[in-house]
């Protein structure tokens, strides 16, 4: 479930796998055709040598880091976030002076009503 691992990696260690097995399987069929008492056709390093290979192919793909995604254009990407700071400060300062105004308001009423 790794996206930016790429189908030509994981064919080349799954070939990596198949040619192990094929050749595992081969040994293994040599082995029923001798005696008991003759050379074996394969030992636990063969297959371990053998292993080792695949293993470092598997790691190399499993290994592959997720690509950092960087912004086309870092000025840009600046210049924007000072823009919604100024934005945003527009805004706080916008909300600011509403306030001030009702309570402005508020209090020009509460003058009225006392003058009457």
Do not use: C, H
């Not at 994981?10 to 005696?35: G, M, P, S, V, Y």
Request: net charge negative.
């Amino acid at each position: 479930t790794k996206p930016w691992i790429n189908e030509a990696d994981t064919q080349d260690a799954n070939d990596k796998i198949q040619e192990f097995q094929k050749w595992l399987q081969e040994q293994e069929a040599a082995q029923t055709k001798k005696e008991l008492t003759e050379e074996p056709a394969f030992t636990g390093m063969d297959i371990l040598s053998k292993w080792e290979s695949v293993q470092k192919m598997i790691k190399k793909v499993d290994g592959k880091k997720k690509p950092k995604v960087v912004p086309k254009n870092e000025t840009d990407s600046a210049a924007a976030a000072g823009d919604k700071a100024a934005a945003g400060d527009e805004a706080a300062a916008a909300a600011a002076a509403e306030e001030g105004k009702s309570e402005e308001e508020g209090y020009r009423s509460e003058s009225a009503a006392d003058a009457e």
